[in-house]
């Protein structure tokens, strides 16, 4: 039985704003389920004395201090964006389809 | 919008069905720097000045937890009464929209900082335990500006413009358990224990708490069950509450739309909706975008968060005064009564009494002022009591005029009115108004006699045995003097003056 099925490869491409054809969605859904399978083999050496983990580094607590440091200016921070109105990321219709 | 909501009445609707309420509180933190990078959170900057690769996503760029967000945190559990995770870690939350440029907002879900407190608030005059369920910390998001359509909505809108100087400030979710039992006082309890929630907040030095700027927000979650039911209804959640004031409006206007629902048979949908302030009602802000399907995972850019317990401990232990345990304390140096006391509570009036005790003035006579004449003026220019133009030092010397006999109440009103009006301290608006009582005996007495004059027939009735009769005499003498005669002494030379016995 598939890990993934074709319904939830189409809802997971819905949530991503992914327009995926018939036949992409066929085709991911194999490659996510072998990708599922793979990482599912995970829990078959899993065992209860070994604690799940997140993170490669068995590292805890690393903070900064609250400094302000200086960030970039609006024009750099404006430079990469498709279009700027009013010093501000100018973004495309939010629930277009839909109002 | 076809969304005028039919409503039951309040009373009607707490007659047939019991409503349960759920709160989550949003705090912005105070802290110089962002939750995962150094830049800074002033408030009101320009837009887009305030930002890094990292709140902006750029490629590359990882993020590192602020410590003294993490600090903040646990204490703001403490002071309501948490547990404290030994370990924990942050999560992603993921979705698509525009305010967090990753498409993600680091969160905590199923490991948050604090779990199981509660605050208790008061609410007419009973205690009201409200538990609290998490307290966790995430990331603030961007200000979206939706530009076209007819009312700046997103709905309707042709596109629109981001400022992130927000995103990624440090935000806390005070969640609160479901709370029951509140019946008719539900509206009070949810601004009651907002009020009291940002009083910790306050006390605890960790946020600015100011709702009008959006560091502390509220959403409210209110279901009905019809009354000998146990069984919960479908709740919603109202969202875009900001001011104390709207909480119990949104309660209030929720439990009237959801019970007229209910009473013809209708089903409440599970769904978001909006507060409006102008009337008091909410609508639906339903969009099938909002799914909530945030496939959480554990955040892999950042390492776990495992607070040391003597840490903790001593954090703890260097907790401030509660704002609860304050006014207990408050209350008992100032012997005023619970009712007075909760006067004072509801008009934002403690801090600015003790600091007026504090500046020299008796309790009685600084809440007095407070809670009356600067009262009214506050009232009056429709401001908060705390935003008049008059510090607790001046009503303090004002205070000290009308002990040392400088000032009777009247003049002592008219002092404040010049203080509020931008004339000067109490002392200038004295000196440039000419408001001192008038004590130079002389000039009482030759005031006195020409108002003896003028009044010969209660003069008389005096002189005749008539005591009562002096009052309209006293009142000659300081209309006469403009306010500014010691009532208490006019009396007196009066009297005698007439060859009557006091």
């Known amino acids: ?99 | 919008m076809a969304d005028t909501a039919t409503l039951m009445p309040y009373d009607e609707a707490l007659e047939r069905f019991e409503p349960v309420l759920g709160l989550e509180t949003h705090v912005e933190l105070g802290t110089g720097s962002k939750m995962f990078c150094g830049c800074s959170t002033t408030f009101g900057a320009p837009p887009n000045t305030q930002v890094c690769p990292v709140c902006l996503a750029l490629p590359g760029s990882l993020p590192v937890a602020n410590e003294k967000a993490i600090e903040s945190t646990i204490r703001i559990g403490l002071a309501l009464n948490c547990s404290i995770a030994t370990w924990c870690r942050f999560a992603r939350k993921n979705y698509f929209y525009p305010d967090m440029p990753k498409n993600y907002q680091i969160s905590q879900y199923d490991e948050p900082l604090c779990t199981d407190g509660y605050l208790d608030v008061e609410v007419d005059g009973k205690i009201v335990r409200v538990e609290i369920e998490r307290v966790h910390l995430e990331e603030d998001t961007g200000k979206s500006t939706h530009v076209g359509g007819a009312t700046g909505r997103i709905h309707g809108a042709d596109y629109s413009i981001v400022d992130y100087n927000r995103a990624g400030i440090p935000l806390v979710e005070i969640v609160t358990k479901p709370i029951t039992g509140t019946d008719r006082l539900a509206p009070e309890v949810a601004k009651a224990y907002v009020t009291e929630l940002r009083e910790v907040m306050r006390s605890l030095g960790v946020s600015d708490v100011r709702m009008e700027q959006g560091s502390l927000r509220c959403d409210v979650n209110v279901s009905l069950m019809p009354r000998g039911s146990t069984e919960w209804g479908t709740r919603t959640e109202t969202k875009n509450v900001n001011s104390l004031r709207s909480v119990e409006r949104a309660v209030r206007g929720e439990i009237e739309r959801q019970a007229a629902i209910l009473a013809e048979g209708g089903r409440i949908v599970q769904e978001t909706r909006h507060f409006h302030e102008d009337t008091g009602q909410t609508t639906s802000g339903r969009s099938k975008e909002e799914a909530q399907d945030y496939r959480y995972f554990p955040e892999p850019d950042l390492l776990p968060i495992a607070p040391d317990p003597e840490w903790v401990a001593s954090l703890k232990a260097a907790l401030p005064e509660l704002p609860s345990v304050r006014r207990k304390r408050l209350q008992q140096e100032w012997g005023v009564s619970d009712l007075d006391m909760a006067a004072m509570h509801n008009a934002d009036a403690i801090d600015l009494v003790e600091a007026t005790v504090a500046a020299g003035a008796p309790a009685g006579d600084a809440r007095k002022w407070w809670m009356g004449e600067l009262a009214r003026r506050a009232n009056e220019a429709g401001t908060a009591l705390a935003d008049l133009p008059i510090t607790p030092g001046d009503v303090a010397k004002v205070t000290e005029l009308v002990a040392s006999g400088a000032l009777n109440d009247k003049l002592a009103r008219q002092v404040l009115e010049g203080v509020l009006a931008g004339e000067g301290t109490p002392d200038e608006v004295v000196e440039k108004r000419g408001l001192r009582i008038v004590s130079d005996e002389g000039e009482l007495s030759a005031i006195i006699d020409q108002v003896l004059a003028d009044n010969a027939d209660a003069a008389d009735k005096v002189r005749g045995g008539k005591i009562a009769a002096v009052g309209a005499l006293v009142g000659g003498v300081m209309k006469a003097s403009r306010g500014k005669a010691d009532a208490g002494r006019a009396r007196e030379l009066i009297l005698e003056k007439l060859g009557v016995q006091p």
Do not use: C, K, W, Y
């Open chain 1, 1 to 99: 039985m598939s890990a993934i099925t074709r319904d939830e490869v189409a809802h997971l491409a819905r949530l991503s704003r992914l327009a995926l054809a018939d036949d992409e969605l066929d085709h991911f859904a194999a490659q996510l389920d072998q990708i599922v399978g793979a990482v599912a083999r995970v829990s078959e050496v899993a065992a209860e004395d070994i604690p799940p983990s997140s993170h490669a580094l068995p590292l805890t607590n690393v903070f900064r201090p609250d400094e302000v440091r200086p960030g970039l200016s609006p024009e750099g921070a404006l430079s990469g964006a498709p279009a700027v109105e009013e010093d501000r990321f100018r973004v495309p219709r939010i629930l277009g389809e839909e109002a």
